[in-house]
């Protein structure tokens, strides 16, 4: 199970820390990631980290911006944005992979329920 938390409403600029707290399975076995979902539009992976956290990926809207971290003692993974730009509004989703670290969202199999993240101009 994927939980997350963490987002809001935010102004133009400013700067959100999302969490995600999975349970159920051994956590550090997994990949996780960041996706995200403009309404009537297709889920983007914006982050993603390895199972050990050596190796992350970021898509690159969001390069130099937001920043995805995991405490595998813990079983929690973060997304820290900053800057945050009206382009940014989406409901952020959680994702886990068994041990490899993919690129798109669609190759996740296990999700949370989301969380809205909307920034103001």
């Known amino acids: 199970q994927l939980v997350e938390s963490g987002g809001g409403l935010v102004q133009g600029g400013g700067s959100l820390r999302l969490s995600c707290a999975a349970s159920?399975?051994?956590?550090?076995?997994?990949?996780m990631a960041w996706v995200r979902q403009i309404a009537g539009r297709e889920r983007v992976l914006v982050a993603a980290?390895?199972?050990?956290?050596?190796?992350?990926f970021y898509e690159d809207s969001v390069k130099g911006r937001f920043t995805i971290s995991r405490d595998n003692a813990n079983d929690t993974v973060y997304l820290q944005m900053n800057n945050l730009s009206p382009e940014d509004t989406a409901e952020y989703y959680c994702?886990?992979?068994?041990?490899?670290?993919?690129?798109?969202?669609?190759?996740?199999?296990?999700w949370g329920q989301g969380t809205q993240v909307a920034v103001s101009s």
């Open positions: 994702a886990a992979n068994y041990w490899s670290m993919m690129r798109t969202a669609q190759a996740y199999d296990y």
């Open positions: 980290i390895s199972a050990d956290g050596r190796n992350t």
């Open positions: 159920g399975a051994t956590f550090s076995r997994y990949a």
